[in-house]
């Protein structure tokens, strides 16, 4: 995610990394519940449980759809492919709510930043431009255009997870053929369509005017001008949006029981 996910990537950007994992049915029978989320155990890396994952999505939270329609992937499994297969199912014309309330949490900092410092955080301007004009295209279009694809190949199928102690949480270790021994979050991680309804992540042909804002080459009445103008553009969309009403609530549902039901049946 970040920066390499939406082609606004310098010499000096890190690489996000965003990944969903599933918790063994059988962890949700105590009074001790699984992990709704991990944060690591690499740098800048911090994934949902499937659960969690797909109820932010239904509501439309900006950062989690931006996740699953990610034009960069490492890996994704069996159960992964079956998300990705239901991303349309949790788009609907709610993004404009969430959306639009978060862009305006974010332009408030912003405000702050520039009474207190004279200036804006000039990269977190440029990614606020960045969210408005997604959800304008998503808006306008409900389809997702052509995006590249990067496919990293995961270790052999012969390697074994074991369940170890993080913290509280808990997270696996996988050992492969190779004896190169890793720790990870097991799961489902990184879309790999394109085709379909979904979010455009991807600036395209933006990118040479949004970074221009993250060196600082707008001033700042021009950024909110064209922030205001996005406002605009995004409510004058949802007027004749082809995306529906509301999300594709029993899908999701469906799809999440197949998965706990056949966690469930592999222990015999």
Known sequence: MGSRAFGLATEESDTDRRGVYVAPTPWFWGFSRPPTHLDGPEEERFSWELERFCAL?????????????????????PRGEELLSLRDAFLSQEVLRTFSRYAAGQRRKLEADVRTHGAPRWKHAMHLLRLQRSCRDLLRTGRLGPVRRIFVEEPAASGAYSRRAFGSPSYWTYSGDSGVRRECVPGVAGPRRSAGQGLVVGVGEAREELLAVRRGEWSWERVT???????????????????????????GEDSLYRVRRDSAAALG
Do not use: K, Q
């Open 57 to 77: 999505a239904l509501r439309a939270n900006p950062n989690i759809l931006e996740c699953l329609h990610s034009p960069s992937v490492e890996y994704a499994d």
């Open 225 to 251: 001008s064209a922030m205001a103008d996005l406002d605009a553009a995004c409510e004058e969309a949802a007027l004749t949006t082809p995306l529906p009403a509301a999300p594709d609530r029993a899908r």
